[in-house]
C-alpha cells in the first residue's frame, strides 16, 4: 500500500508541476502580447518645393481619435484638427501591421535635400515605439504607408467628417 501512495504522490506532485508550468508559460504569452498591444499609429510627411510652401503634416492615429497637425511656413496658417476613429477602421489598420518585419525594415535616406518629402511612420507599443524613414523597400512599411495614405489622408478625414 505505502508503494502504490507514493505512486500517487508522485504523479499528483507531476500533475501540480505541469499545470503550474503551463499557467506560467499562458501568463508569460499573455504579458509579451500586452507589451506587443498596439496603441498607436503616427505618420508624417514633411519637406518638399522649396519654390512653393508645401505644407507638410503629422497625424496620429489611436483607437478611437485622429490627430492631425497641418505644418505650414508661415506657423500662423498651422492647424490641429482632431477626428473621432472607429473600432472598424482601427482594426482594418493593425491588420496591416506587421510588427517584427516593420521594426526590421531598413530605412530610406532622408529626400529633403533634393526638395522631397520625407515619411516617418511610428508604431507605439506599450513596451516601446518604432521608428521608420522612408522605408518604402519594406513590403510592410510600405503596405502600411498605402493603407495610411488611403484610409487616413487628410483629404479623406476631411471627406469623411463633411458627410457627417
Known sequence: ???KLILNLSFLFAQVLLVQGCLYKSQQTITDNTKKEITAVSI???GGFTAVPSNGYTMRIT???VYCLFSAIDTAHSALKSYSNTEE??????NKIELERFADAKEGESRQPYDGIDIKISIETKSGKYTKLNAD???SWD????HLE????PQSLEN???KH
Open 1 to 3: 500500500m505505502g508503494g
Open 44 to 46: 508624417s510627411a514633411i
Open 63 to 65: 483607437r478611437d481619435s
Open 89 to 94: 477602421k482601427w482594426n482594418l489598420l493593425l
Open 137 to 139: 523597400n519594406s513590403p
Open 143 to 146: 503596405r502600411l504607408y498605402r
Open 150 to 153: 488611403g484610409s487616413f489622408s
Open 160 to 162: 469623411e467628417k463633411s
